[in-house]
């Protein structure tokens, strides 16, 4: 059994996604970043870095994995699936793993920051991000033209770029022209494994209501401002 501290952020869903398209089991333990609980002595003992998400393998006796993508190599290996056993295939998928891990994580996080959070709007950082996460997806989307996924089969790299990519509207990146990459998201979208690993630990879709200006996602601005700031 796998425990799971997460959060409903695109990284949460790299881990939730993965242990559900790997078949193993977990417990869910919801991370309230807002009030700290990402800071607290108990947890930065499973992550010394005081960031969602991470996992405890009790199989192992009670072995913390921290970092996302550290996480879901492990949780791949662990089931024998999403990863190639080859040193080639492996090698595939670990580089569009780290291509999101070093790239659009960072850029649309950042764009996150500016675009919704920050109290003053500076427009240079915000024209910044965004337009470096629509270059980032112009290389997935040229990627995705010939290649039903990014590398080989459906593995750990789609999952962790798809979880980021989703979010586009939330971090006001363009997508315009980029058929291929909305085609590869709306396939993954429809992988039932997948939209039950969205709902952990919550539904994020229902919490915000249709649109970005809703109540729901007023709340999480008003928490990730906390977060940010801090």
Same mark, same amino acid.
Request: charged fraction near 25%; glycine fraction near 8%.
């Given at each position: ?11 949460g869903w ?19 970043? =807002? ?5 607290t002595?108990? *947890?930065?003992?499973?992550? $010394?870095?005081?960031?969602? +998400? &991470? #996992?405890?393998d009790?199989d ?10 550290a ?5 791949a290996e662990?089931?024998?699936?999403l ?9 595939q998928v ?9 790239g659009? =994580?960072?850029?649309?996080?950042q764009?996150?920051? *500016?675009?919704?959070?920050w $109290?003053?709007?500076?427009? +240079? &950082? #915000?024209?910044?991000?965004?337009h470096?996460?629509?270059?980032l ?8 033209k ?5 590398a ?6 789609d999952i ?12 006001g ?7 291929p990459?909305?085609?590869w998201?709306?396939r ?7 939209? &039950?690993?969205?709902?952990v630990p ?22 990730a ?6």
């Amino acid at each position: 059994m796998i425990d799971l501290y997460t959060s409903a952020t695109p990284n949460g869903w790299k881990a939730s996604v993965t242990l559900e398209e790997c078949g193993l089991p977990y417990e869910v333990h919801a991370i309230d970043m =807002g009030k700290g609980e990402q800071k607290t002595p108990e *947890f930065l003992k499973i992550n $010394p870095n005081g960031r969602i +998400p &991470a #996992i405890v393998d009790r199989d192992l006796g009670d072995f913390p994995i921290f970092e996302s993508g550290a996480l879901m190599i492990y949780c791949a290996e662990k089931s024998g699936k999403l990863m190639p056993s080859d040193v080639k295939g492996r090698s595939q998928v670990v580089q569009w793993l780290m291509f999101q891990m070093g790239g659009i =994580g960072p850029m649309m996080g950042q764009a996150n920051v *500016f675009f919704r959070y920050w $109290p003053e709007k500076y427009q +240079p &950082a #915000i024209d910044r991000y965004q337009h470096e996460s629509r270059r980032l997806f112009e290389v997935l989307n040229n990627r995705l033209k010939d290649n039903e996924w990014l590398a080989g089969d459906f593995s750990i790299a789609d999952i962790a770029n798809f979880c980021w990519v989703r979010t586009y509207f939330w971090s006001g990146v363009n997508v315009e022209g980029l058929d291929p990459l909305m085609r590869w998201v709306e396939r993954i979208n429809e992988r039932p494994l997948t939209q &039950a690993g969205l709902k952990v630990p919550i539904d994020r879709s229902k919490l915000m209501g249709a649109t970005t200006d809703s109540e729901g996602a007023k709340r999480m601005v008003e928490s990730a401002q906390k977060i940010v700031q801090h």
